[in-house]
Every structure is written in structure tokens, then in C-alpha cells.
């Protein structure tokens, strides 16, 4: 549970850090574009409606192209890590096709499955979801699947879901490297079984293997030895689409997930909006002691971003679910939040520029694995917030932030997207915050600078 913060000293334990990132702000990459975020003239009181689920999109796109019949999937997110996940499914074979619906923005998704071939070549981008999920599926596929991605994809770990795959009886050749780039030699078929691994550094490649095991001749048996699993939630994500499309998994021992070789069943599934991509939009009443409200919130979810109603919660708002949605009205005194993140660590970027704005420390922990994410989200964090003129020092598993005043600046933002929604929360609050290529944000939510204008046109902005 997350806990307020009265005005006290980080921990002792806390050590200052501050490295730098893997990717160094550039002034040269085309296409980018450097934006001012707009400053909030008074407390924001807006609804936004987000498109859907990432983390659910790209398993649903993945379990769709392994079902026995042709499945639906209603309000999908087309964002660049779903696109690219609908592309690597085409490209191994399945038919993916837009199906018009009542609103013209949100056609839904059709999928046939057809059998996976090779040789084929797929384009991860930065998203882990393709970079761990696909080559999984890859192994079922008659003929060479290669896999490469951006640059700093090549930086991200899944060395150890290669490694469990080729103990299931894959085929790939990384060079050694445990990296993108590689290639898996589909067979067409993999015999499976028990494999152990330690998935410490991502909860994505127990997913992966869960979500192509039942295509397995003999299943799988995930076992994780190791420091804790983070993100646990959207193993629990995978579990559940698993289940709805007919195949039994057994997650009743810790660290152990058993999924039975069976057909998977065609879905029909409406989407839900994506709760990570909502923190932001709510940040918006916390920092400007507004009310924002998102309809759709689901009552029960497996993603982890609902978490974020309990951390604003413990941060002063007022957080209300009901059947209309979630509403989140900020406090007139923001305060600082002891949390650990472990389970949601893609919060980590929205609450660190909260807490950054608040009036008492804040720690973040359980989140020494997002060095591995889209950037090193503690240096980058560090870093930029640093820059801003926070009080911010990176520990062994998180972050320990103390009020400060902030000022403008350029937001550097390694190509993370959630990086980019970071500084556009700081920039409600303080004047002059420019976030450097804020088009990275097309990662997770197309269209974020007009979404963003059109959220603040609802409330009041300057
Ligand atoms: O499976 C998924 O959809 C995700 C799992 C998590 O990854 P990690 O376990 O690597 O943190 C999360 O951070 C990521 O945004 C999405
Ligand atoms: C960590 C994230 O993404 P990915 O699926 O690329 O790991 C994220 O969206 O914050």
C-alpha cells in the first residue's frame, strides 16, 4: 500500500547517482519535434475518454493469430507497438483486416489465423511486448524469422526467454549476444515442457512463453528462480486472455505457471482503455488541484495501472470509481508518497513528476528492473528532473525525490514515451517546459499533443 509522506529525509540507504542514460538527447534525429507544454492557468476539470489497452492489444493480437477460427477485437489500440505487433503477426501469416464500426476513428480488428511461415523479417520498434512475445510464436513458424528493432532495442533484455525457448527445443541463433538482433528457425513445431528461468528483469518473458505454450507439443511449465518477478499483473493479464480463449493454466504455486497443450479459441473482446496511459491525464488534477474523469475505467481489471488510484489516493486526491467511471479531484496540498511500484512500474515516470511537485519527499522502490525499459527510467529520470531543478536521487531500486522549486527547461526524452507524458505533467505546473520529440509518445497513444490540447480545451489552460 502507498503511504503519504510526512516531511522527513529520504532513508540512510539512498545513494546519489545520477548516470546517464543510454540514449543522449539529440538535436539531429529527423522528424523530431520539440513542444511546449502547456502551462495550466487554474485547476483542470476535464473528461478524457483513452484509447485501448497496449498490454492487452498485443496479447489479444497474439492469441488471435494462434486461435482456430477467425476472432474480433473491438476498440483496439493502434499506437506503433500494436501496429508493429498486427505487422509481425501478418507477416508470419495471419490476415488482419480493419472492420468498420459506429465511430470512424476506432474501426475494429478482424483476424484470421492461417499457418505461420517463414522467412520473414519483423520489426520490434522499441516495444517489449514484440521483441519477447514474437519469438515465441516465431518458433512455430515453417521457415527463418528475423527479429531487429531501434537502436536502443538493442540494448533491452531477452537473452533468457531465447535461452528457455531453445530449452523447449527452439532454434535461434543470437550470436551469443542474448540481444536483438537474431533469428529463430522456425520448424513449424516445438516440443516444450518444463523450463526454468529467471525472469527477474521482465514479467514479459513468462508471458511470452504462456501465451504460445499451448501451441507446444507438450505445453509448458514456466518455473522463475530469482529476485522477485516485477509487473505481476500482466502475467496475471496473460493468464486471463489465456483462459477466456479456452486454454487451462495453472498458476496455483508461486513462480510456477503451467499452461496445457491445447487448441486456442477464436475471441470476440471489447478492449479496454488503457489505465497506464490514464495516469497522466489524471495527473492533470493532481497537480493543478482539478478533477479530471476517465469513463470506462473497468471495476475489475488485470492491468496495473488501476494502481494509480491508490497512489494519488495516498498523495491527497479524492478517487472515486463507480459505474460511470473514475474521477480523481486533486488535493489542495499536494503530498509526497512512500511506494512501491514493483507491480505497476510503468507508473514510475507520471508519479516521479507528481512527486516532484509536491510539498513532502516522496520514495519510489521496487523498481530497480526499468533500467531495462525503454530507457534507464532512473538516470533519465535523474537526470531530467534534475535539470528541471528537483531534489531527485536515484537509490539501489527507485527513486528518492524532495521538494524543491522547478523551473523551465528542455525535457530530454530517450525515445520513452512515458518519459515524454512526464514532463507534460511538470509542464501545467511550471512554466517553460519544452519536452524534446514529444512524437515519441505515438509509442503507447497516437496523437498525444491533440489529445493533450483537447483534454486541457475542456478544463482551463493557457
Ligand atoms: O506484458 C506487458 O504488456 C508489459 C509488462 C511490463 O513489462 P516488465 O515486466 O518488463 O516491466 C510493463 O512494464 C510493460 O509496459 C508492459
Ligand atoms: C515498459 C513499457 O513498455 P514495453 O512493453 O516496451 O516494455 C512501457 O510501456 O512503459
Redesign the pocket.
Known amino acids: 500500500m502507498p503511504r503519504s509522506s510526512s516531511p522527513a529525509d529520504p532513508s540512510p540507504s539512498d545513494r546519489s547517482t545520477a548516470t546517464t542514460p543510454a540514449t543522449p538527447p539529440s538535436t539531429t534525429v529527423l522528424g523530431r519535434r520539440d513542444w511546449a507544454a502547456p502551462t495550466a492557468s487554474g485547476p483542470i476539470d476535464a473528461t478524457v475518454a483513452l484509447p485501448g489497452s497496449?498490454?492487452l492489444t498485443?496479447r489479444l493480437l497474439v492469441i488471435a493469430a494462434l486461435a482456430n477460427d477467425v476472432s474480433r477485437l473491438r476498440r483496439p489500440l493502434r499506437s506503433r507497438d500494436t501496429l508493429l505487433m498486427a505487422e509481425a503477426m501478418r507477416s508470419l501469416g495471419a490476415e488482419i483486416t480493419d472492420h468498420p464500426t459506429h465511430d470512424p476513428d476506432t474501426p475494429d480488428w478482424v483476424v484470421r489465423p492461417a499457418p505461420l511461415r517463414g522467412p520473414t523479417t519483423i520489426d520490434c520498434g522499441l516495444a517489449?511486448?514484440v521483441m519477447r512475445f514474437v519469438p515465441a510464436v516465431a518458433t512455430l513458424a515453417a521457415g527463418p524469422v528475423t527479429f531487429d528493432g531501434d537502436p536502443h532495442a538493442r540494448t533491452r533484455p531477452v537473452g533468457p526467454v531465447l535461452e528457455a525457448l531453445r530449452a523447449l527445443g527452439a532454434d535461434i541463433d543470437d550470436e551469443g549476444r542474448g540481444t536483438l538482433p537474431f533469428t529463430v528457425e522456425g520448424h513449424g513445431a516445438v516440443r516444450g515442457g518444463d523450463v526454468t528461468l529467471d525472469a527477474s528483469a521482465?514479467?514479459?518473458f513468462v508471458?511470452a512463453l504462456l501465451l504460445a505454450g499451448a501451441r507446444f507439443d507438450e505445453g509448458v511449465v514456466v518455473h522463475h528462480v530469482g529476485k522477485q518477478v516485477?509487473?505481476l499483473p500482466?502475467i496475471q493479464m496473460t493468464v486471463e486472455v489465456l483462459r477466456d480463449a479456452g486454454v487451462m493454466v495453472d498458476d496455483s504455486d508461486a513462480d510456477t505457471w503451467r499452461v496445457d497443450p491445447s487448441e486456442i479459441n477464436a475471441l470476440d473482446v471489447t478492449v479496454e482503455p488503457d489505465l497506464?496511459n490514464a495516469a497522466c491525464f489524471l495527473a492533470a488534477a493532481m497537480v493543478t488541484g482539478g478533477r479530471v474523469h476517465v469513463p470506462d475505467w473497468p471495476r475489475h481489471t488485470t492491468q496495473?495501472g488501476d494502481q494509480i488510484r491508490e497512489v494519488f489516493a495516498a498523495m491527497g486526491a479524492d478517487v472515486v470509481l463507480d459505474r460511470d467511471g473514475l474521477t480523481v479531484t486533486g488535493p489542495q496540498r499536494l503530498l509526497g508518497v512512500d511506494v512501491d511500484l514493483h507491480d505497476a512500474?510503468?507508473l514510475t515516470p507520471v508519479v516521479a513528476a507528481v512527486a516532484a511537485l509536491a510539498q513532502t519527499p516522496s520514495w519510489i522502490r521496487g523498481v530497480a528492473?526499468?533500467r531495462g525499459?525503454e530507457t534507464d527510467r532512473l538516470a533519465a529520470l535523474t537526470t531530467e528532473l534534475g535539470h528541471l531543478g528537483a531534489d531527485v536521487h536515484e537509490t539501489d531500486d527507485g527513486l528518492a525525490i524532495r521538494p524543491a522549486r522547478l523551473h523551465g527547461g528542455l525535457f530530454a526524452t530517450y525515445a520513452d514515451h512515458r518519459m515524454a507524458m512526464a514532463a507534460t505533467v511538470l509542464g501545467l505546473a511550471v512554466r517553460g517546459v519544452v519536452v524534446e520529440d514529444v512524437e515519441t509518445t505515438s509509442k503507447t497513444l497516437p496523437q498525444f499533443t491533440q489529445r493533450w490540447e483537447a483534454f486541457l480545451a475542456g478544463g482551463r489552460a493557457s
Request: proline fraction near 5%; avoid cysteine.
Open positions: 497496449k498490454s498485443n517489449g511486448t521482465s514479467s514479459q508471458s516485477p509487473s500482466h497506464s496495473a512500474s510503468e528492473h526499468i525499459h
